[in-house]
């Protein structure tokens, strides 16, 4: 496929039976084929296997949608989730289908800001404004979104978004004593309890069992890539590989992680032989911060446009998402529950203090990515993140890493900007 | 022979280097056509090379630049040439205002620059000036004749706008005005400069360094350390630019 012929294929009449705002809705389609062309088609000495991923975006609005209407059909739950907090486990293991919604473009902002204030986080307006102009097929297919209070935004967000679509919210801890795991684990029963609701069906020990074993096989999958990424000269973008990332949170995870290692099979057998899709002298960079939902590439872009590469991101679009796994030998439905909330539980978001532990991992990835230099992250009006950026500078300046710090929304108007401050940084690491 | 050109979004800069020295440099409106008006500028030297930097300065490579560096480190160089040993550097241009920090061998080691907003910047002042009716170099000298006190509490430029609608229609005088706009930007500034960090001496560059208030204003919010600018601060960056050239 060429980057002039890229397209995101058209299904109005499915989008018609989703109540869907179908001339509306097929411009945003044509906009992001067209983007998606100029990013990612044109980039040079792309692995063979990213045609999986590019097939996955020409199909975002029709093929996986069908998948899941047909799940649906049969009476099998369609939970949506903006949070890596999901026990999607719990939802595989009942038949279902977890899938993370829209809330990356600016394109829904507008019918957000209608009804919530402008100043809030932008990923939580986008979000919200899909679902007001009814311009994201996944939102329509659900049959409830898991909504969870990791920030006030959203916590407070979910009551209005109730409105338009059954929100189920669980409570996440702040903090990481013992009696803030009892409390997970309580909300993490309800949550079984409402999805068996939903399908109508106890979800078994074997189910669970089976559910966590896939799952667990995905966040391996993608485990191998970040691993492999750690290459140099690096054997994939850091656009697709954020692609893949953002992919992990709408594909059926059996076929999702059996294409990811086919990819890896590839991408280790260009780091034997040493190739790669750059140079090994141009910088390579790790992202680190609040998460970059699909179609979010600005800053990737950015980077990659001006010559360097992106290596890892410590991020829940990234790692946060896939460091930690499921213990999958136990046998009775509280231990699975137990070792599932365990797991959970080890989730650095910004969202708890005081989350040393996230400082700690930011290194622990820098080293084993060979990264020269971290670019922290942070969506506007995010200030559990954008504060928490304190420490993650002073651990920079004490370790010696050349460090950036940006906050930006999605709107283009400060590319310019931006694009100058992540050349400096580049300056700043090629010395 | 070297040419450092810096594409600002109000200006245009040249300057000229031969061994190492400064020999020439011309400052002209960007105008409509930033390209043609940057061709226009430099045709009527004989460079070896030829870098640019500003917002400007992928257009330049496109067309006739041999090299590009970012404004960060075009003033950092640029202010090494005029001070060997300043560690800070201030630059207030028209659209952005920086702070950067060099290490001992004057490469860059840390900077800060204004968010998208043009608060702070060069075009802040020049909006205000228009609204109390100040042409821009009066602007600064208006100012420092106040001897009240206002404050400003915004800092988002049309926010402001409005704050000094409303003081003019209270009657305070513009210069009381003037000077609570100048005093607004360098609050900004020197919240920059203690996030980054700052040495003993200050090196102010940029088209703003001109403007006698805001000069007078940061030397007295930081007694301690002395802050100093070159004769013509508006081209530090080109001139940068082109000892770059001239390095590599």
């Known amino acids: 496929m060429e980057a002039a012929r890229f397209e995101v294929k058209p299904y109005p009449e499915m989008w018609e039976s989703l109540d869907m705002d179908v001339p509306r809705f097929d411009k945003a389609r044509q906009m992001l084929g067209e983007v998606y062309g100029k990013m990612f088609m044109s980039q040079p000495n792309r692995p063979e296997k990213m045609a999986y991923f590019d097939d996955m975006i020409s199909e975002?609005?029709?093929?996986?949608?069908?998948?899941?209407?047909?799940?649906?059909?049969?009476?099998?739950?369609?939970?949506?989730?903006?949070?890596?907090?999901?026990?999607?486990?719990?939802?595989?293991?009942?038949?279902?289908?977890?899938?993370?919604?829209?809330?990356?473009?600016?394109?829904?902002?507008?019918?957000?800001?209608?009804?919530?204030?402008?100043?809030?986080?932008?990923?939580?307006?986008?979000?919200?404004?899909?679902?007001?102009?009814?311009?994201?097929?996944?939102?329509?297919?659900?049959?409830?979104?898991?909504?969870?209070?990791?920030?006030?935004?959203?916590?407070?967000?979910?009551?209005?978004?109730?409105?338009?679509?059954?929100?189920?919210?669980?409570?996440i801890p702040q903090m990481k004593n013992a009696r803030d795991k009892t409390l997970w684990f309580e909300e993490v029963k309800d949550f079984k309890t409402k999805v068996e609701e939903v399908c109508q069906k106890t979800i078994s020990t074997d189910d669970l069992a089976a559910a966590i074993k896939v799952i667990n096989n995905k966040r391996r999958a993608l485990q191998r890539l970040t691993k492999v990424r750690a290459s140099s000269p690096a054997p994939i973008s850091g656009k697709d590989a954020l692609l893949i990332e953002q992919i992990a949170f709408y594909d059926e995870p059996v076929r999702f992680a059996e294409k990811v290692n086919e990819l890896c099979d590839e991408l280790e057998e260009r780091a034997r032989n040493g190739e790669g899709v750059i140079d090994s002298s141009a910088p390579r960079v790790m992202v680190s911060g609040t998460p970059m939902a699909l179609p979010n590439w600005k800053v990737h872009n950015l980077i990659e446009a001006a010559g360097a590469v992106v290596v890892n991101e410590e991020s829940c679009i990234g790692t946060r998402y896939f460091k930690d796994l499921i213990d999958e030998n136990k046998s009775t439905m509280d231990e699975q529950l137990d070792a599932l909330t365990d797991r959970y539980m080890k989730i650095d978001c910004s969202c708890f203090t005081p989350n040393y532990e996230r400082i700690d991992q930011i290194l622990k990835e820098y080293k084993d990515s060979n990264a020269q230099g971290i670019l922290h992250y942070s969506l506007q009006f995010c200030h559990t993140y954008n504060i928490e950026e304190i420490k993650v500078r002073e651990a920079c300046e004490k370790e010696g890493i050349p460090y950036l710090s940006i906050e930006s929304d999605y709107s283009p108007e400060d590319v310019g900007q931006l694009q100058t401050r992540i050349e400096a940084f580049l300056e700043q690491i090629r010395g | 022979m070297q040419v450092g050109i810096d594409l600002g979004s109000r200006t245009i800069k040249v300057a000229v280097v031969e061994d190492g020295r400064m020999i020439d440099y011309r400052i002209a409106e960007s105008g409509f056509d930033p390209h043609g008006q940057a061709l226009e500028m430099i045709k009527q030297y004989k460079p070896s090379k030829i870098v640019a930097t500003g917002y400007g300065r992928h257009l330049a490579q496109k067309h006739f630049a041999h090299d590009v560096i970012t404004e960060i480190k075009a003033h950092a160089i640029g202010a090494r040439y005029h001070f060997p040993e300043c560690t800070t550097v201030v630059d207030i241009g028209g659209q952005d205002s920086k702070v950067i920090s060099l290490g001992a061998n004057g490469s860059v080691v840390n900077f800060q620059m204004n968010d998208k907003c043009a608060a702070g910047t060069g075009r802040f002042l020049e909006i205000m000036a228009t609204s109390l009716g100040f042409a821009l170099d009066e602007f600064g000298p208006a100012a420092l004749e106040s001897d009240q006190e206002v404050a400003i509490n915004s800092m988002r430029t049309v926010f402001a706008e409005s704050e000094v609608v409303s003081m003019k229609n209270r009657g305070i005088p513009p210069k009381d005005v003037a000077n609570a706009v100048h005093l607004s930007v360098v609050n900004r500034l020197t919240a920059m400069l203690n996030r980054v960090g700052f040495g003993e001496s200050i090196v102010f560059s940029g088209g703003v360094a001109r403007n006698p208030c805001i000069v007078k204003m940061l030397q007295e919010r930081l007694d301690c350390v002395k802050v100093e600018s070159p004769s013509a601060p508006d081209i530090v960056g080109a001139l940068g630019a082109a000892l770059y050239a001239d390095r590599c």
């Open chain 1, 60 to 171: 975002i609005f029709g093929r996986r949608i069908q998948e899941m209407i047909d799940v649906k059909k049969e009476g099998r739950p369609i939970v949506g989730t903006f949070c890596v907090y999901i026990p999607e486990e719990v939802v595989v293991a009942a038949g279902g289908v977890c899938v993370g919604l829209c809330g990356g473009s600016p394109g829904s902002i507008p019918d957000a800001e209608k009804i919530l204030p402008r100043n809030i986080c932008p990923m939580v307006k986008s979000a919200f404004g899909f679902k007001v102009g009814k311009i994201c097929p996944y939102f329509q297919v659900v049959d409830f979104v898991y909504g969870e209070t990791t920030c006030d935004a959203k916590k407070k967000t979910w009551e209005i978004l109730d409105r338009l679509v059954p929100t189920h919210v669980m409570e």
